[in-house]
């Protein structure tokens, strides 16, 4: 059974960075790809970034390019966000969501497309 724990989220200026991570256990790190999303109060969840199995590539939503990097650390089994020039539209909670794949080509940018979660982490940011 896979587990994820999301940590470093909190409240933060317009513009500040942040680094969120997710903590990986219960399977296999490498086998699966992971990304990022996030729901902001009232809305529903909507995709930030995506990261494939093991090649690193990555995709970002518009909002996310140029200013998120997703990364994922298979020393630490864990999965990163570095967060930077943070806006008010940043607000929200983070979930970190894993999917196994046998297929290293590939990631997801649909919620229902992943079959485990993080319990989020809140960032507000604060103008």
Known sequence: QVHLVDAGGGLVQVGASLRLSCAFSGGYFNGYAMAWFR??????????????????????ADSAKGRFTISKNADENTENLQKCSLKPENTGVYYCDARATQR????????????????????????
């Open 39 to 60: 729901q902001a109060p009232g809305k529903a969840r909507e995709f930030v970034a995506a990261i494939r199995r093991t090649s690193g590539d990555t995709v970002y």
């Open 104 to 127: 290293n080509n590939v990631y997801y940018t649909r919620t229902e497309s992943y079959t485990d979660w993080g319990q989020g982490t809140q960032v507000i940011v604060s103008s």
